[in-house]
Nanobody
Framework: QVQLVESGGGLVQPGGSLRLSCAAS????????MGWYRQAPGKQRELVAD???????NYADSVKGRFTISRDNAKNTVYLRMNSLKPEDTAVYYC?????????????WGQGTQVTVSS
């Protein structure tokens, strides 16, 4: 069992920055992949970025060069630094953990944190 607790969302002007944090508690394994998804009104939830404990990273094309994902394995925490924010980045951002063990492919979600980019 895993619980994910997020923080860092808020209101920011276009061009501004935010840093999201997600702390995982429970049993965390080295194969677990952590990341961020987002969902804007009327749209499907989409992957923003994810990262393995070894540091392998995937980014959505829309955020490459602007967002940076990182992970502190000792703290079981994943971060998302968002720079040069655009109005189209406005969404609820969800922390995600996916188990990759052979016998356990469980998926866990945080509660979501609102990011609003507006002038």
């Amino acid at each position: 069992q895993v619980q994910l607790v997020e923080s860092g969302g808020g209101l920011v002007q276009p061009g501004g920055s935010l840093r999201l944090s997600c702390a995982a508690s429970g049993t965390i394994f080295s194969l677990d992949v952590m990341g961020w998804y987002r969902q804007a009104p009327g749209k499907q939830r989409e992957l923003v970025a994810d990262i393995t404990s070894g540091g392998s990273i995937n980014y959505a094309d829309s955020v490459k060069g602007r967002f940076t994902i990182s992970r502190d394995n000792a703290k079981n925490t994943v971060y998302l630094r968002m720079n040069s924010l655009k109005p189209e980045d406005t969404a609820v951002y969800y922390c995600n953990l996916r188990r990759r063990q052979f016998a356990d492919k469980s998926v866990y979600w945080g509660q979501g944190t609102q990011v609003t980019v507006s002038s």
